[in-house]
C-alpha cells in the first residue's frame, strides 16, 4: 500500500508497506529515521514516542496507513539542524542517557510534558513519563533532565521577549 505523510516537516510517499505494518516499522525501514527505538513493538515501553498531528502516540501501534496525511514529528524533528533541542541537550547534561535506547521516547514524551506544563512538578512528570520504561538510570536522573529542560526552556522564552 501507498503511504503519504509529512514527517519532520517534509512530504514524504513509501510504496510497498503491507496493511499490518506499523508506524514505527514504515519510518524506521522504509523512511530511514531510526530515531524511534523499537524495544517491545506492543505498546508498553515508550520508546517509539512520535507526535502523529500533534499527539504523542506509540508508533508501534499506529498502522502505517493510518499515517496517511497526517503530520508526524519524530525525535530527528525535534532538532534544528545539528542543534540539539533543549530537552535534547537537557538529557546529555543531566547524564540522563546510559544505553540511550530509551532516550528518543523519553525525550518526545518530554518535549509534550513541556508543552503543556512549562513548570512541571515532579508528580506531574513521573506521571506523564511513566508509559516510559528505562532500565538503566533508576529515573532520577530522567527527571533531573526534564527540570534542567524546564528552566532552560523558560529562559530561552524569557530572553526572546
Ligand atoms: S516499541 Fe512501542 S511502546 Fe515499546
Ligand atoms: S538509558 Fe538504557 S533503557 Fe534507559
Redesign the pocket.
Known amino acids: 500500500m501507498k503511504i503519504a505523510c509529512t514527517v519532520n516537516g517534509r512530504a514524504r510517499t513509501v510504496d510497498g508497506a503491507w496493511e499490518g505494518e506499523s508506524l514505527l516499522s514504515v519510518l524506521r525501514d522504509r523512511m530511514q529515521l531510526p530515531g524511534s527505538k523499537n524495544a517491545c513493538e506492543q505498546g508498553e515501553c515508550g ?1 517509539c514516542s512520535v507526535y502523529m498531528d500533534g499527539v504523542l502516540v506509540c508508533a508501534c501501534l499506529v498502522l502505517g496507513g493510518q499515517a496517511n496525511d497526517r503530520t508526524i514529528v519524530t525525535i530527528e524533528g525535534l532538532a534544528t539542524g545539528t542543534a540539539l533541542h533543549a530537552v535534547q541537550q537537557a538529557f546529555v547534561e543531566a547524564g ?8 528518543p521516547g ?1 525525550v518526545v514524551a518530554t518535549h509534550d510534558l513541556l508543552a503543556r506544563f512549562p513548570e512541571p512538578s515532579v508528580m506531574q512528570i513521573r506521571e506523564a513519563l511513566a508509559g516510559n ?5 533508576g529515573y532520577a536522573k530522567i527527571i533531573d533532565a526534564v527540570q534542567l529542560a524546564a528552566r532552560r526552556i523558560a529562559v530561552d522564552e524569557h530572553s526572546a521577549r
Open positions: 520508546s540522563a542517557v546510559q544505553c540511550g535506547f530509551c532516550t523519553l520504561i528505562c532500565r538503566c538510570t
